[in-house]
Nanobody
Framework: VQLQASGGGLVQDGGSLRLSCATSGGTFSTIALGWFRQAPGKERDFVAAISRNGISTSYGDSVKGRFTISRDNAKNTVTLQMNNLKPEDTAVYYC????????????????????WGQGTKVTVSS
């Protein structure tokens, strides 16, 4: 499975961005997906995850209520809508994928993912 993330950029405090991750090389409807981020000098952290059927989602505590993950099984893409961005959201954002037997389970642990995109940088200025 290949993953290509896009949509990063520079935005002001309180602004919004929409990240997309296009996938190829696998049957998209059998894949669970997630977003993670890594700020400079810090470990990579969980942001959001979505099950293969799109019904189950989970979020990191710091983004709950501001970020929304969704998927389009017709376009083989997963999207992260980020609203009310804060300077502490500045990071490189990575999309990740894994084949899932469960139809409705979302995975928050990064070691559960087998495939990773190249990352897209998000910078939030104060």
């Amino acid at each position: 499975v290949q993953l290509q993330a896009s949509g990063g950029g520079l935005v002001q405090d309180g602004g919004s961005l929409r990240l997309s991750c296009a996938t190829s090389g696998g049957t998209f409807s059998t894949i669970a997906l997630g977003w993670f981020r890594q700020a400079p000098g810090k470990e990579r952290d969980f942001v959001a995850a979505i099950s293969r059927n799109g019904i189950s989602t989970s979020y990191g505590d710091s983004v709950k209520g501001r970020f929304t993950i969704s998927r389009d099984n017709a376009k083989n893409t997963v999207t992260l809508q980020m609203n009310n961005l804060k300077p502490e959201d500045t990071a490189v954002y990575y999309c990740a994928a894994r084949f899932s037997v469960s139809n409705s389970y979302s995975f928050a642990q990064q070691d559960k993912y087998d495939y990773w995109g190249q990352g897209t940088k998000v910078t939030v200025s104060s």
